[in-house]
């Protein structure tokens, strides 16, 4: 598991590239930008939750897991392949989080 620093702003490219046995990762509110391949290959992760605050979003910087976005569509600065075909990705309204604050679909 990772959790990210409250004033964190930026995750630099590949910054968890190969993280082959990472499951959770935690962002901050705070967080803007996500790099190219920053999360590639984590092949264990389960899902991770992209807060609003996050205004670009590079190349594959995700390969696996269910990505829930906050958003309710791709913001602009979002590299059109942020993620790779094998990942998942659900908008603002197709999901919701539950009574332990865990993401599910609508």
């Given at each position: 598991?990772?959790?990210?620093?409250?004033?964190?702003?930026?995750?630099?490219?590949?910054?968890?590239?190969?993280?082959?046995?990472?499951?959770?990762?935690?962002?901050?509110?705070?967080?803007?930008?996500?790099?190219?391949?920053?999360?590639?290959?984590?092949?264990?992760?389960?899902?991770?939750?992209?807060?609003?605050?996050v205004?670009?979003?590079?190349?594959?910087?995700?390969?696996?897991?269910?990505?829930?976005?906050?958003?309710?569509?791709?913001?602009?600065?979002?590299?059109?392949?942020?993620?790779?075909?094998?990942?998942?990705?659900?908008?603002?309204?197709?999901w919701?989080?539950?009574?332990?604050?865990?993401?599910?679909?609508?």
């Amino acid at each position: 598991k990772v959790y990210m620093s409250t004033n964190l702003e930026k995750i630099n490219n590949g910054a968890f590239n190969c993280c082959f046995n990472l499951e959770n990762v935690y962002l901050n509110d705070g967080l803007k930008v996500i790099d190219d391949y920053s999360f590639y290959h984590c092949e264990s992760l389960k899902y991770i939750v992209l807060p609003k605050s996050v205004e670009k979003i590079g190349n594959y910087a995700f390969s696996h897991g269910i990505i829930y976005c906050e958003a309710f569509e791709k913001p602009e600065d979002w590299d059109e392949n942020f993620a790779h075909y094998q990942a998942k990705v659900y908008w603002g309204n197709e999901w919701e989080y539950n009574e332990d604050g865990i993401p599910v679909l609508k």
